[in-house]
């Protein structure tokens, strides 16, 4: 009920902000994917590939999970 009554759709679309957000996950991609490729040796690139994932992506889920799954439920009823 709540989310019904206060949640507007706008699209219009932040071009600097989206520019922004891939920047910075790029640049930390890159750290991770270097700090583990100097780190594990023999030198694995998946491994890095995964970490570089892992460290950019992981926060996107524990944030977009509990909403997702708030928004599936408001519309399956």
Not at 1 to 8: A, F, H, R, S, T
Not at 24 to 32: T, W
Not at 39 to 47: M, T
Request: include cysteine; hydrophobic fraction near 55%.
């Amino acid at each position: 009920m709540y989310l019904n009554g206060n949640c507007y759709l706008s699209f219009q679309v932040e071009w600097k902000f989206v520019f922004a957000v891939f920047i910075s996950k790029a640049i930390v991609f890159v750290v991770a994917f270097v700090f583990t490729l100097f780190l594990k040796r023999p030198l694995n690139i998946g491994l890095a590939a995964i970490a570089g994932i892992f460290v950019t992506q992981s926060n996107d889920f524990a944030l977009g999970y509990p909403i997702g799954r708030h928004i599936c439920v408001l519309f399956s009823t």
